[in-house]
C-alpha cells in the first residue's frame, strides 16, 4: 500500500527529487499506478514547501502523515501557512483523511466567525471609543467650570454664611454651548429670579443689568448686590421669588408670572455639585474603558481557540441525546418543508454575523426573512437563554417542538412566536410580541444561500 511513509513510496520520492525519474515514467519502473504517481509527487512538492515555511514541530508531522496529508492541499496551494500551522499543530500521525478534510471546513468557519465577529464589535469599539472621547471632554469642561467657580466663590468668603448661602442659591456664572460644547465664562449672572421689585430696584440701581443678546442678568458689582440684599432684609422686604406673590401682581398687567423661579442659562455655583458630575463622569469613562478591554479580550480568545477546539465546542454546543438528534432532524426538516411551502427559499444550520447559527432560515420574493428554532425536548427549549439575539436578523421568529400546546413554562420566552403541530402541517400560535427587522440583510440571504450549497456539496 502507497502512503507515502512506506519503503517503495521513500525510493520513488527520492529519484523524483533527484530528478532522475519523470512523474510518467514511474509506472514503468515501480510497481504503481499513474495516479499513485501523481499523488506521490504531489506529496513531494507538500514536503518541499512545509520545509521552508513551516515550523520543525508542524513539519515534522508532514512527513510522519504521509500521503493523508494531500487533504490540506488546497491550504499549501494557497500557501496558507498560518491555517497549516493551526491545523497541524492539534493533531497526530493517526488523523484520518476524512478528519482533516472536516478540519480544514472547522477552520474555514472559525475564520467566518472571528471576521463576522469583528464586524459586529468594529462598530461596538467604535461607539466606544466615541463615548470615551466625549467623556474625557466633558470632564475636562467640568474641571475648567470648577476651577472657575473656585475662582469665584473665593470673594463669597468675606461674607456671612446665610449670605453666602443666598448668593450660592441665586448667583452663578453664564454658560454657553458652542459647536456641541459647553463653555463657561467669568461673568456672575442670576440663576433664579429674586422678588420683581427687588430685582426692578437692583436693575434700576445699575447693580444688575439684563443682556439682550445672552438672555441673562448680569452682576456688575458684587459688594454692592450684597449691600442691597443687607438692606432690603433688614427692612424685611421681599427679596425670595414667590409664585403666587408674583402671579397675583401679574392679574392686572400683560404678562404672566413664570412658574419656574429658574433661569435656563448659567451655572450654579455649588463645587460639591459639579464635584459630583465630575466623579460620576470619571465612573461613566472606566465602564467604558472596561467594555472595551472586555471586547478586545473577546477577539483575542476567539482568535486562540485551536481548530480542534473551535470543532468540538460547536459539537459541546448543539449535543443532544441519540434520540433527541433523531428528532431534531425530523423537525427541523419538518418546518423547513413548511417554510417551503410558503414560498421561502430554505437554509439549515445558517451560520449569523453574532456566531450563532439558527437551525432553519428562509427567504422569500420579498427578501422577507425567518428563523425557526427547532427544539427536540422540553430541557433544550428551556436552556435556550439567547434566543433574543437572533431577532436582529430576521423579520419574524418562532420556537418550534415536538408539541401541540405550547410549554407552560416559558420563563423568559413569553414574547417569543410559536409554531405547533397541526396535523401534518404546521400553524402559526403566535408571533414575537417585541418588534425587529432584519438588519444585514444581503448578508443574512447569502449566508442561508451558502449553507445550502454547502449542503449540496458536502452533504451537511
Same mark, same amino acid.
Given at each position: 500500500m502507497i502512503t507515502g511513509r512506506d519503503q517503495l513510496s521513500q525510493e520513488i520520492i527520492k529519484d523524483l527529487t533527484d530528478k532522475t525519474i519523470k512523474v510518467k515514467d514511474v509506472p514503468k519502473r515501480y510497481e504503481v499506478s499513474l495516479d499513485q504517481a501523481k499523488r506521490l509527487s504531489r506529496y513531494l512538492k507538500i514536503t518541499l514547501a512545509a520545509n521552508k515555511h513551516l515550523s520543525e514541530s508542524v513539519n515534522r508531522k508532514v512527513h510522519l502523515m504521509g500521503l493523508k496529508v494531500l487533504a490540506l492541499a488546497d491550504l499549501f496551494k494557497n500557501e496558507d501557512w498560518e491555517g497549516l500551522e493551526e491545523i497541524l499543530s492539534s493533531v497526530n500521525e493517526n488523523i484520518t483523511r476524512d478528519q482533516l478534510k472536516q478540519m480544514v471546513l472547522s477552520l474555514e468557519e472559525k475564520r467566518e466567525r472571528i471576521q463576522a465577529f =469583528? *464586524?459586529? $464589535?468594529? @462598530?461596538?469599539?467604535? &461607539? =466606544? *471609543? *466615541?463615548s470615551r472621547k466625549d467623556a474625557r471632554e466633558k470632564i475636562e469642561q467640568l474641571k475648567s467650570i470648577r476651577s472657575e467657580i473656585k475662582v469665584l466663590t473665593n470673594d463669597f468668603q468675606k461674607y456671612d454664611e446665610i449670605t453666602r448661602e443666598f448668593l450660592l442659591e441665586h448667583v452663578g456664572i453664564y454658560q454657553r454651548t458652542s459647536q456641541g460644547k459647553n463653555e463657561a465664562t467669568s461673568t456672575l449672572i442670576l440663576i433664579k429670579r429674586l422678588d420683581s421689585l427687588f430685582q426692578k430696584k437692583l436693575k434700576n440701581m445699575g447693580i444688575i443689568t439684563y443682556n439682550d443678546l445672552k438672555y441673562t442678568h448680569e452682576i456688575n458689582d458684587l459688594d454692592k448686590f450684597v449691600r442691597a440684599y443687607l438692606e432690603r432684609k #433688614?427692612? /424685611? !422686604? !421681599?427679596?425670595?421669588?414667590? @409664585?403666587?406673590? *408674583?402671579?397675583? /401682581?401679574?392679574? #392686572?398687567? $400683560? &404678562?404672566f408670572a413664570p412658574s419656574s423661579p429658574y433661569y435656563k442659562k448659567g451655572v450654579q455655583l455649588i463645587g460639591e455639585s459639579l464635584l459630583q458630575k465630575i466623579e460620576q463622569t470619571k465612573e461613566d469613562l472606566k465602564k467604558i474603558e472596561e467594555q472595551i478591554k472586555e471586547t478586545e479580550k473577546e477577539i483575542q480568545d476567539l482568535r486562540k481557540i485551536s481548530v480542534k477546539s473551535f470543532s468540538e465546542a460547536v459539537l459541546a454546543s448543539n449535543m443532544l441525546s441519540a434520540k433527541e438528534i433523531q428528532k431534531h432532524g425530523e423537525l427541523q426538516y419538518k418546518a423547513g418543508k413548511w417554510l417551503y411551502s410558503k414560498g421561502y427559499v430554505v437554509g439549515f444550520e445558517v451560520t449569523l454575523p453574532n456566531g450563532r447559527r439558527v437551525d432553519v432560515a428562509g427567504f422569500n420574493e420579498n427578501r422577507e426573512i425567518i428563523f425557526v428554532e427547532v427544539k427536540a425536548s422540553d430541557n433544550d427549549f428551556q436552556n435556550d437563554k439567547k434566543w433574543k439575539e437572533y431577532l436582529l436578523y430576521c423579520d419574524k421568529f418562532y420556537f418550534f417542538g415536538d408539541w401541540e400546546f405550547i410549554p407552560h413554562s416559558k420563563d423568559d420566552k413569553t414574547d417569543a412566536g410559536f409554531l405547533l403541530k397541526y396535523g401534518n402541517t404546521i400553524e402559526v400560535c403566535s408571533e414575537t410580541a417585541i418588534e425587529h427587522s432584519a438588519k444585514n440583510r444581503d448578508t443574512i440571504i447569502f449566508s442561508i444561500s451558502r449553507a445550502i450549497s454547502?449542503? =449540496?456539496?458536502y452533504g451537511y
Open positions: =469583528l *464586524e459586529e $464589535t468594529k @462598530f461596538k469599539i467604535k &461607539y =466606544l *471609543e *466615541e #433688614n427692612k /424685611r !422686604g !421681599g427679596i425670595i421669588w414667590d @409664585f403666587e406673590k *408674583e402671579d397675583r /401682581r401679574a392679574e #392686572n398687567k $400683560t &404678562y454547502k449542503k =449540496l456539496v
